[in-house]
């Protein structure tokens, strides 16, 4: 705590002088980051955002856009059509690979790169629902909506950075499930904060 | 623990994330404004001094990110929660700042020492975390101070720690390359790694490494090769192709080192999604290796014919890669691509119409165009996606045009039928199709343009034209041409009953200016074709033709005083016409003199201009028109005499332009001007100098960049652009040209019905094709008698009934893998009607043979097309 503290007033005047070429540093880096997955959105079938997850670097508005023009481009596709889409977003540089799934009532949207393999996507989304399917005890879409943060840490799971890092169902559920012991092991007797978390 | 207990008191009434998602969820119709407040109120929480109150609330930011909101001013708060020991509080601290904080946020630099310090805790799962966040957020600053600390995490004892180090160096490199050199050699180490999830992971960011900067992998070639060997993970392997992939670009000698393998794999893989990553490797890695290709098209073929549409649009995607370098796989599997045509699918249409623009040739032209064609009548009824209609019309268009794909001329369009039929099938059938419907204008544009261009450069065209510029005037006012029962060969204006009708009404059944425009011109331009006049002239200057506000008429006005004057041309040889052109001028004074009050001052310009010399040069007196002037109508006709030609470039610059040099020598003032403008303080010499040399410089580079232009370019029989006079005159007349021609003219008119009677195709042989495809002869039969379906059919219903990473169809998912619960599979899909299915591949068969080989023209093909120019 003390530590941060004593950063406060360098942090003001340092700050602001880095400010810049951080900045710089952004952009170069927005022109860099060309592979991997984009961002992976959980939408439900009325376009409400579920879950938001972005491996590379958007604003806010850029995040509801996409949100929006995702669902847009998703909802009016068939069933019986595939699961591939290209979109250009007039407010992106690079064009993206959209590729999803529809499950019930939920779309999972994954953003890609040319180099990331499709059917490779499209299998790992199968697994996050898997996992949380198991993490969950039959997932439904309210638990995705009341515990937003447990399905971050399934997903933290899986990929890491845009990079896919995992796909064993198995390996995934228990890296989650040692991190959740931890905690609860060291919330253990605590009532009130059992009350607060363990909901 | 117990001490700690009374202190979270305070924050015992705190809601928790759920309470507030419950709460919002509660508030539907005021969602925003309750937001709002809600958002006001987390602020201040995570301002309060009680850690635990402090957590819950950067908690709650996760969901106020999810709806829009900027949290980024609350940085300090989350990064003072990473900062905590209790881990349920790291633990959130991290997570909600891996989820808002960005690369740029200025409070970052904070966070380095806590970092480092995380990191070095590899006994807890502190590392994990600060990998994790690592992994999202990492600019150079923080990439440079803790480069070290990832980079030991590398060897660390947990294979967990390993592989997520493996990704966090990646992003640090990324961002920080100067790390290259000290980190490279590790992460080699981890290729050698004993875990397999840690060698997929290393195996995963040299796929990501080798697709950046390739020369950076091309030394780990031969490891990763020994991993792709012995990998039973389909996530690695195809990774490890991706690699591969990437290599054979900057690395020639490894397509050839990959061969057996691919091959190998190619044969017995049976998960789909590797399968479709060995062809990728060699569609745009290995095209130099026949072998592979022709198994590798083998596999996409059986792709296509799957109802899986991923699968097929994947492969069509890769038939593609596969295409320009060997045309022959597409002929090859026409007849699916065709099917995919139809598919519900507007993506994998788009892919399939995309291979089919490849398809068409000279040979093959008509018959796909008439496919195509069909489609778009289909698509016009069922008001499909209008992006695919553009696309069709645009392919359509496209391959009859002057330049196609970068070849000169009409590269798919030889003898004269051809051109008759382009004209009539495709110009005047897309019009036809889209009176009712608003093309783009550039389509439009387009097709005037056509229309214009092949009747200018094909002379035996002009006949049909003249009559399709009519019906385009009479099918503008919502009227049809008909062939009159009774007297031969002559049209009758008839109403459209039901379709344009409704469109009559509302003022829109007109088409496009740039086609009235064009239909206008060659009414006029080629008036000797005009077999009844008075149809043309009420054509062209009756009402409705162009919008009240168009100064079309001009053009119509024009166009009509050109027909009178041919018609008076054909009157002095041919007594009969005496009538039409009583009949003609009657009319012309009539409506002429009524647009002399028309509100375009072009029209009425024009209307004046012609009444005058209409009234003044002829007269009618005892029933009868006579001349008045008779050189000056002489002269007249002989203005519009000369045919025009598109002028060849050759010519064009012996053409010696106008000596501007001379001409601006002399000064434009006079010299009281001249004084007064140097009085005011402008050097007009100087100007006039600076500007001069600047022109005549351009000039001269103009000039000798034609004549560099010009020299190697010798014509050639399929440039249309070549129409030398002098030529024809020497080469006299073949007798069998003279009977084709003569045939053409004869039959010109029975064009009109019958599209396809005049089909001139010859049949190239099958050894040209193999010459010159660098190919053995397309085993087309073979192949469908192996069948390569039925075994792959049986292998992939097994296939589908396993897990992993193989790729899984969604229906055998639904009952296997998530079975009781609410987040059920979608729907499974429909299965096709293959009815229409089996009638389309009927009619396709029947073209098959023709559309087989059709790679360039026969002699004599180019011998027909020679005639006409």
Known sequence: MSSVCLFVNIQQSAVKLYSHSVMRQFEWLLKFLLGMIRFLLIINNHGKARLTKFYSFYSEEQQQKLVRECYALVTRRGEEMCNFLEASFPFLENDLRIIYRHYATLYFVCGVDAVESELGILDLIQVFVETLDRCFENVCELDIIFHPDKVHYVLDEIIVGGLVMETNVTEIYNAVQLANNQEARLLHGNKALNRVFRQ | MTGKLTSYSSGFFQQSLQDLIRSVRAHRRDETEYLAKKFAQVQQECKSTEPS????????????????????????????????????????????????????????????????????????????????????????????????????????????????????????????????????????????????????????????????????????????????????????????????????????????????????????????????????????????????????????????????????????????????????????????????????????????????????????????????????????????????????????????????????????????????????????????????????????????????????????????????????????????????????????????????????THGNGLLAEPLLFAACWILGEYSNWVEQPMLAWKGLLQDHLFRSHSSGYRLAIFASWKLFLQCWKRFETDTEFHDIVKEGMIFLQQVWSSMRTNPQPLVQERAHLFYYLLSQLWQIRDEKVTVLYDVAVTDLIQVFEKPLKPVDSTVQSKYQPFEWDKKWNESILDKEERNEMIAQGKDMLQHEKEWLQDNVSKQQIEKESQKDAHKPRLYSKDDPFYISSSRKKRRPKSHKEKAIEASFTDRSQGLMEEEDTLVLSSQPNDETVQVFMGLEKPPLENLKETSPYESANVQYETLSSKRGLEYIDISSLQEEVVPSSHLKAASSRSHRKKQTKKKKNKSRSKSKDAAEHNIQPTNEQAEESLIQW
């Open chain 2, 53 to 504: 109150e402090k957590a819950i609330a950067v908690l709650k930011l996760i969901y106020f990110q999810l709806q829009g909101y900027n949290v980024s001013s609350e940085a300090f708060h989350i990064i003072e929660a990473m900062s905590r020991q209790e881990w349920w509080m790291k633990r959130t601290g991290y997570l909600v700042a891996s989820l808002t904080l960005s690369p740029s946020t200025d409070l970052l630099l904070l966070t380095t020492n806590l970092l480092k310090k995380d990191l070095s805790n590899v006994q807890s799962l502190n590392a994990s975390l600060a990998l994790s966040f690592l992994s999202c957020i990492v600019n150079e600053e923080i990439g440079r101070e803790c480069v070290s600390d990832i980079s030991q995490l590398l060897s660390s004892p947990k294979p967990y720690i390993r592989k997520k180090a493996i990704f966090v160096v990646f992003r640090v490199l990324l961002v920080y390359p100067e790390a290259t050199t000290s980190v490279l050699p590790r992460l080699k180490e981890r290729l050698e790694d004993s875990d397999t999830s840690v060698l997929c992971a290393a195996v995963t960011v040299f796929a990501e490494l080798a697709s950046r900067n390739p020369k950076l992998v091309v030394p780990y070639i031969p490891r990763l090769y020994h991993i792709l060997q012995h990998s039973s993970n389909n996530w690695m392997s195809i990774k490890i192709l991706k690699t591969l992939t990437a290599l054979c670009q900057v690395e020639s000698r490894l397509s050839k080192k990959l061969l057996p393998l691919i091959q190998n794999m190619l044969k017995n893989t049976k998960a789909k999604s590797l399968l479709y990553e060995c062809c990728r490797t060699v569609a745009i890695g290995m095209l130099d290796q026949k072998e592979v290709v022709e198994l590798c098209s083998e596999r996409l073929s059986m792709f296509l014919s799957e109802k899986d549409p991923n699968l097929k649009y994947l492969s069509l995607f890769l038939m593609k890669k596969l295409e320009s370098s060997f045309p022959v796989v597409i002929y090859r599997h026409k007849d699916i691509i065709f099917d995919c045509l139809d598919d519900s699918d507007d993506a994998i249409r788009r892919r399939a119409l995309d291979l089919v623009r490849r398809l068409i040739s000279k040979s093959n032209f008509k018959e796909i165009a008439r496919i195509l064609m069909r489609k778009l009548r289909e698509e016009s009824q069922w008001l499909g996606s209008r992006g695919f209609r553009d696309s069709l019309i645009h392919t359509l268009l496209d391959a009859g045009s002057y330049s196609f794909n970068g070849a000169e001329g009409f590269p798919n369009l030889s003898s004269s039928s051809d051109f008759h039929w382009y004209l009539y099938s495709i110009l005047h059938g897309l019009v036809k199709i889209y009176t009712d419907e608003r093309f783009s204008i550039a389509h439009m544009m387009k097709i005037a343009g056509q229309f214009v261009d092949i009747v200018v450069r094909v002379e035996s065209c002009r006949k049909v034209a003249v009559n399709i510029a009519l019906e385009w005037l009479w099918l503008s006012r919502g009227k049809k041409l008909v062939l009159d029962s009774n007297s031969n060969g002559l049209f009758q204006v008839v109403d459209v009953p039901s379709q344009s009708s409704s469109l009559a």
